[in-house]
């Protein structure tokens, strides 16, 4: 086992856990490498023992605490990121590509500069590269993201009226499939189940377990059931209150019970 401490280099993103070299409090600022770039990240989680088996091989250790120089260059790099970011889309317009750039950003040390961008296919972006390096002096990385991470990125909000779960709290994605809408019992009309992103809601995932628990413990619509009051088909189900409804062979109004009362044919 090792002593790891987790950081992120997003507000809300994935966390990556390095060695600490000295105790580190909660959401301070440490200088780390990441592809070999130094890096300004948060500490997210307090030290905390994990089997090497578990972690990528070549987990290296926190370099040192930000200093003000740092958190000072930091923000300037912000800055003049949102500036690079609109030359960029001049230069894209200039170039007539097929992409959409989503977000610029500087390494700490101004040794490269990243565009986040979006396309339907692949895109031939090496004379833009060019013209990108000669405007900023710098080495230039385009990578091209899908429309999750671009609804990550820059927010908005929800059709349940809430900021997005993937830019508040959500630190990586979470496979999600239609399967879990229809087990939920939820209209298949994709504008209903979709996220701004158009891809299917994040929060299909949230419920998903307790539901496919209810659906192993509850009757099957169809199935003919015995009742308190005798015997019905079931033409309904409540999953997540465990309510069935049942329509007896001798009544036409059917009544609701909740499943430990019912037997099963």
Known sequence: MIDVIGIRFQEVGQIYYYTPQQTYTLNEKVIVESQDIRCIGTVVSAVQQI????????????????SSQDLAQEAKNAEDAI???????????????????IHAAYTLERNKLIFSFTAEGRIDFRELVKDLANAFHTRIEL????????????GGIG????????????????????KMAKDQGLSLNPT???GLCGR???????????????????????REVETPDGKGRVIGLDLLSRVVKVRLHDRQTAIEYGYEELVTK
């Open 159 to 178: 059709p349940c009226g809430r900021k997005l779960c993937c830019a508040t709290f959500l630190g990586d994605f979470i496979p999600v499939s239609i």
């Open 83 to 101: 500036r690079a970011l609109q030359i960029g889309k001049e230069k894209v317009r200039g170039h007539r590509l097929q992409m959409k750039l």
């Open 51 to 66: 089997d090497p088996h578990d972690l990528p091989r070549d987990v290296k250790p926190v370099l040192r605490r930000a």
């Open 143 to 154: 990578r091209q993201i899908g429309v999750r991470d671009e609804a990550k990125l820059l």
């Open 200 to 222: 299917l809601m994040c929060c299909l995932k949230y419920e998903n377990e307790e539901y496919e628990q209810a659906k192993k413990d509850m009757p099957d619509r169809g």
């Open 192 to 194: 209903k189940i979709s």
